[in-house]
């Protein structure tokens, strides 16, 4: 199979062009009809000969992806499932949000972290996503929208961004090159549940792009149940390369915690985590999130309101900055890998 185009940066780009004989400028061409222009045929880039022309279509392809299911809720999110050249199944979701069009990308096909409530880890992780294909669940979207263009993304879909780092790397730089995509660093957001031999790495990568960490627990007996990752990356070692990360960049950490009734939503555990982020208070940011109920997941319930509501209260009272995240796409399959595997579960093919 021939790999994207999009799989390439702007410099790698360029160095493959030069090694074809072709001037170096040809390279910056490529990238406007690929990221401005967004034509997803090199027949279509008509300042090129014909003999570059198919000499790119030799090499590459432009869409690795081919549209399969779209799920539209009533809100105006989308849930896309897409099929990869090898037949895989991917998710990604296009959110309205108030400040503008925000995209979920998928950075691998299944994942291997096994957290327990979460639809994505119900298939074990096949394989990585090449850069291009993640790139191209912004760009088909993209070519989706009228008169509308992708000004946000997060990195939250399907798998571990950070278990397939250069790829993800790769996929920042070229959503947000200025004489492409232009999605401003501030405007996108990485998550992770915890690698931090990575969250070191990043720190020093010198993106301005956000950190978002699933943290889910207050501590490690409840966290290690939720999430196995913790069982080898405990909280300790985890808020250590956070506090790396915040003094290297100066930058804030946004901590994702999914509310599960009895679970992790009572007085006491919101006083755990108050007392957790203490010191962080400057640069640190909770998202209390609501639980999409999974089939396979029965024994998780979504926390009542006054519960939420009350720890929403306690952590605002000891300063910790938080926000009740709104949901998005409650009448489709909302939960993150949630419709592919209801697809391949059901063994449906199309």
Known sequence: MKPSIYNLTKKALIKWVVAQKEKKFRALQIWEWLYRKRVTDFNEMTNLSNDFVNCLNAHFVINPLKKLIIQESFDGTKKYLFKLLDHQLIETVLMRQKYGLSVCVTTQVGC?????????????K??????GEIVAQ????????????????????????????ENVLNFLHIINDDRGLAIGARHITVSTSGLAAKIYDFATDDLQV????????????????????NRLIPIEKLMKAIDFYTKTTNRRVSFEYLLLSKVNDQVHHAKRLANLLKNKKKLAYVNLILYNPINEHDQYVRS???????????????????VIRQKFGRDIDAACGQLRAKQAFSGGKR
């Open 304 to 322: 009542n309101k006054e519960d939420v509501l009350r720890f929403y209260d306690l952590l605002k009272k000891n300063k910790i900055n938080c």
């Open 138 to 165: 912004v760009m088909q979207i993209q070519h989706s929208l009228v008169n509308e263009r992708v000004s946000h993304v997060v990195v939250m879909g399907i798998g571990e961004p950070f278990d397939n780092y």
């Open 126 to 131: 096949k394989r990585d996503l090449s850069t």
């Open 112 to 124: 291997k972290m096994g957290c327990s409530f979460c639809a994505s880890g119900l298939l074990n």
């Open 210 to 229: 956000n950190l978002a960490i699933s943290l889910h627990a207050p501590n490690n007996e409840i966290r290690s149940c939720l999430m196995r990752i």
